[in-house]
């Protein structure tokens, strides 16, 4: 699976408060929290994400998706066009709820120290390499074991346990 997309960043420690404020977690579409995403944090990500035409690719530093283990924020995260998130290191609970809802996470600190707001992307997921197209440069990073690969390729754990029936 090749996954491409321009670049947006953030920093370290970014809690699931930040991703998508506690206020709106009396809705649990997907839809509904892209509408919220990221918005005491830049108000204007959820309206830029809706309108570009290509998908987005989170860019972020240490212990992204800390705080609170619901499932809302990766979903928040799916749901506003973001196709991959690439940091140098994950919360446990929300790389595995992020898996969970078929949404690819890359642990890869040299692609996150080499991208800058804006570049392009092209991440090979089966080769474990992460493109910047703009600056010319290649990263390596572990590809997904093929279970979670196949979680990732059905859109998610419910659709891929559904598949296994």
Known sequence: MTIEGCVWTCGDHVDTDAIIPARYLNVSTAEALAVHCFEDVDAEFA???????????????????????????????????V???????????????????GLPILV???????????????IDLGAGTITNVTRGETYETPPFPGFIMDIIDAGGLVAYTRQQA
Do not use: T
């Not at 991959?84 to 595995?96: D, E, G, L, N, T």
């Open 108 to 122: 890869c600190a040299a692609a996150v120290e080499g991208a800058e707001a804006g570049d392009r992307l092209c």
């Open 83 to 101: 196709s991959c998130v690439i940091a140098k290191s994950f919360a446990r609970i929300f790389y595995r709820n992020a898996i969970n809802i």
């Open 47 to 81: 309206g830029k994400a809706a309108a570009e035409e290509e998908p987005r690719i989170i860019v972020a530093g240490q212990n992204f998706g800390c705080g609170s283990s619901r499932e809302h924020a990766p979903l928040a995260i799916k749901g506003g066009g």
